[in-house]
């Protein structure tokens, strides 16, 4: 039975972009098992009601593991383009070997994939590139974050497709998922990326 994931950025006691989470959820169960998960049913223990923490859900045709835990942002100096045509990650499974794999024969602190030429993501995070014109996200990234989805619909980015010799066009990468949002890190500067 395939599992998947939801990583759900946890804020003194509320579970943040609830409805986004629930709308992946939906269309994952949708898909692969034609059953219903409430993301809301989801029971906050009070040592988790102060602070950030993540709450990690494994879940297939139901939710089999709750799990809470501190969370710490991990700094990215050194980012390396990869290249991967095959991979497929439209569903947040839990099974991450393929990434994995991709980031560790890398050897950096993350990894930007192209796909068919064009960026996507990079190992645990959506992109976002930054010129003079703005923010712009990948059309095609490999999976369609809640945090990437939450900009758009405010439109505080664009999604358009990036490929790797567009690069050049712009001077700052940033790095956002359910629990990094726009702005918590400092950007990667695009001439320090390693080729």
């Avoid at 579970?15 to 992946?24: A, G, I, V």
């Avoid at 993350?110 to 992109?127: C, F, P, Q, R, T």
Wanted: proline share 4%; hydrophobic share 40%.
């Amino acid at each position: 039975m395939i599992q998947f994931l939801e990583s759900i950025r946890l804020v003194d006691g509320v579970l943040q972009q609830l409805d986004l989470h629930q709308q992946r959820v939906n269309g994952t169960l949708a898909t692969h098992y034609k059953t219903n998960i409430l993301l809301s049913s989801i029971e906050i223990p009070a040592a988790y009601r102060e602070g950030i923490y993540k709450c990690r859900v494994v879940y297939d045709e139901k939710i089999q593991e709750v799990a809470f835990q501190p969370y710490t942002l991990k700094p990215r100096k050194c980012v390396k383009l990869v290249y991967a045509n095959d991979i497929d990650y439209q569903y947040k499974y839990a099974d991450r070997t393929l990434l994995n794999k991709l980031w560790h024969k890398a050897n950096t602190d993350d990894i930007v994939i192209v796909k068919n030429g064009l960026l996507s993501d990079s190992a645990y995070a959506n992109i976002i590139l930054e010129n003079d014109k703005g923010l712009f996200t990948p059309a095609r990234p490999l999976l369609k974050g809640t945090m990437r989805q939450s900009l758009l619909n405010k439109n505080a980015i664009q999604a358009k497709d990036i490929s790797i010799e567009q690069l050049p066009n712009y001077q700052y990468l940033h790095f956002i998922n359910a629990m990094q949002p726009l702005g918590c890190q400092s950007p990667i500067k695009v001439k320090d990326i390693l080729k």
